[in-house]
């Protein structure tokens, strides 16, 4: 099984769960969850029973005591977790609508996950070789951009697999938008990525088949297109194909797509050499299948962390031609089924 390394930022969601009268005013009401996208991811795959490691900061309060803590519940490995001394932990308060679809308030200025440091990223955490898997909010200002950016090369180096889930936060950046420009080196840069159909559209600005055709041409070996309950699509070099979504009612979709990266994520990392599962396209319709399931069972629930599935949870929708047999692996599972 490969490790994953999951970068960039934990913190703390206040998720709005009701609201109640005092007086002439009404209160909202908060309830403390863990999250953040790559912390969300590492929490996925290691309740589906992967490897899974978090590198990034959180502060030196309760707050990040409290994410150190929930991730260690949930069996990530944090030796590569740091607390910063001063700077404080990022909150965001998440709002729902009737449909479950969330809305962000960031309490992000100068917090300890932006301020994480090039000399903070180990060759270690690329050793023995693994996936490395990142979000686009560790771009959002020059220094952790940097830090991103460093981190993603010595993965290279180190002939990590590359994911990306883009994630994008426009109210994270200063000017209110995402950098295009930005984002999409990082894209061109990544073996797996994973959009919603508004980020495509966004960073494709209007032309998406062509965009497209240029992440295949840069690399990139896997590009998943997820919609909301609609079909999810991908691209490799030998084409294009569609997977139907789950349908579900959809309570709170903080950690949907976390859960659907996190999944895929875990999948690949069955493979001894998890690169040679993506020039399958019949292996990647059966892994994309089963992590949309497992992004549709976390968002029927309340929360980020509790609500992605252990494995049990899911296990009926992973595809019984791809159980392994006691004492028997996936990936050798897979081989037999699937030329890789």
């Known amino acids: 099984m490969k490790p994953v390394v999951c970068f960039g930022e934990a913190l703390i969601d206040f998720l709005n769960t009701n609201e109640q009268d005092d007086g002439p005013l009404s209160l909202k009401n908060y309830r403390q969850y863990p999250g953040g996208a790559p912390a969300n991811a590492a929490v996925a795959i290691a309740k589906l029973g992967g490897k899974a490691y978090f590198a990034g900061q959180v502060g030196a309060d309760n707050f990040g005591d409290f994410l150190n803590n929930a991730l260690n519940t949930y069996n990530v490995d944090t030796r590569f977790l740091a607390q910063h001394k001063t700077a404080k932990t990022a909150l965001a308060f998440v709002m729902l609508d009737s449909d479950g679809d969330r809305s962000f308030a960031?309490?992000?200025?100068?917090?300890?996950?932006?301020?994480?440091?090039?000399?903070?990223?180990?060759?270690?955490?690329?050793?023995?070789?693994?996936?490395?898997?990142?979000?686009?909010?560790?771009?959002?200002?020059?220094?952790?951009?940097?830090?991103?950016?460093?981190?993603?090369?010595?993965?290279?180096?180190?002939?990590?697999?590359?994911?990306?889930?883009?994630?994008?936060?426009?109210n994270l950046w200063p000017q209110g938008q995402a950098d295009i420009e930005l984002v999409n080196q990082f894209v061109f840069n990544a073996d797996v990525i994973k959009f919603s159909r508004d980020e495509l559209e966004y960073l494709a600005q209007g032309n998406v088949t062509s965009y497209v055709a240029k992440c295949i041409e840069k690399g990139v070996s896997l590009l998943v297109?997820?919609?909301g309950e609609n079909d999810i699509e991908y691209f490799t070099v030998q084409g294009k194909q569609l997977i139907s979504a789950p349908k579900v009612q959809a309570i709170d979709t903080t950690a949907g797509g976390d859960a659907f990266s996190g999944a895929l994520l875990f999948a690949l990392s069955q493979f001894p050499q998890a690169k040679l599962a993506l020039n399958s396209m019949p292996v990647l319709a059966e892994l994309i299948r089963f992590a949309a399931h497992c992004g549709a069972y976390t968002v029927s629930k309340l929360g980020a962390f509790p609500a992605l599935p252990h494995f049990n949870d899911v296990q009926r929708r992973w595809p019984t031609e791809l159980i392994p047999k006691k004492n028997t692996d996936l990936a050798s599972e897979l081989s037999n089924k699937f030329t890789v």
Do not use: G, Y
């Open 106 to 170: 960031f309490h992000r200025h100068q917090t300890a996950d932006v301020l994480f440091n090039v000399e903070q990223v180990e060759d270690s955490w690329f050793e023995p070789q693994v996936i490395f898997h990142f979000c686009s909010n560790t771009l959002t200002d020059n220094h952790i951009a940097n830090t991103t950016d460093f981190a993603v090369q010595k993965a290279k180096h180190h002939q990590a697999l590359i994911s990306f889930d883009v994630n994008l936060r426009h």
């Open 225 to 227: 297109i997820t919609d």
